[in-house]
Nanobody, 128 residues
Framework: QVQLVESGGGLVQTGGSLRLSCAAS????????MGWFRQAPGKERGFVAT????????YYAGSVKDRFTISRDNAKNTVYLQMNSLKPEDTAVYYC?????????????????????WGQGTQVTVSS
């Protein structure tokens, strides 16, 4: 499994922005489909965004579409989640995940069980 380390979480006011980063330990990062998930207190982990290995395809949960942007820099083995117009309901622990052998370089995944490796999570708190 690949090691994933998230960073960039914190406390922000409603309407603010944060950028999360997730650094992978392996140079084969460019082959992975990547995803972001989140878990709020008392709730199940839910899908946020995903990006294919070649960056051509992305997909978002309806609740974050047009506010969040997933991107990746394969030269830096890093995937990002730019979060704008944050709302209190975005408060959660955010996790990145890696699908190490996707069906193709253009495939993305929205189900947590499809992913092989997970980071430890980073807390995002949005105050009202």
């Amino acid at each position: 499994q690949v090691q994933l380390v998230e960073s960039g979480g914190g406390l922000v006011q409603t309407g603010g922005s944060l950028r999360l980063s997730c650094a992978a330990s392996r140079r084969t990062f460019s082959r992975y489909a990547m995803g972001w998930f989140r878990q709020a207190p008392g709730k199940e982990r839910g899908f946020v965004a995903t990006i294919s290995a070649n960056s051509e395809r992305t997909y978002y949960a309806g609740s974050v579409k047009d506010r969040f942007t997933i991107s990746r820099d394969n030269a830096k083995n890093t995937v990002y989640l730019q979060m704008n117009s944050l709302k209190p309901e975005d408060t959660a622990v955010y996790y990145c995940a890696a699908k190490e052998m996707p069906n193709s370089a253009r495939t993305y995944y929205v189900t947590g069980n499809d992913y092989d490796s997970w980071g430890q999570g980073t807390q995002v708190t949005v105050s009202s």
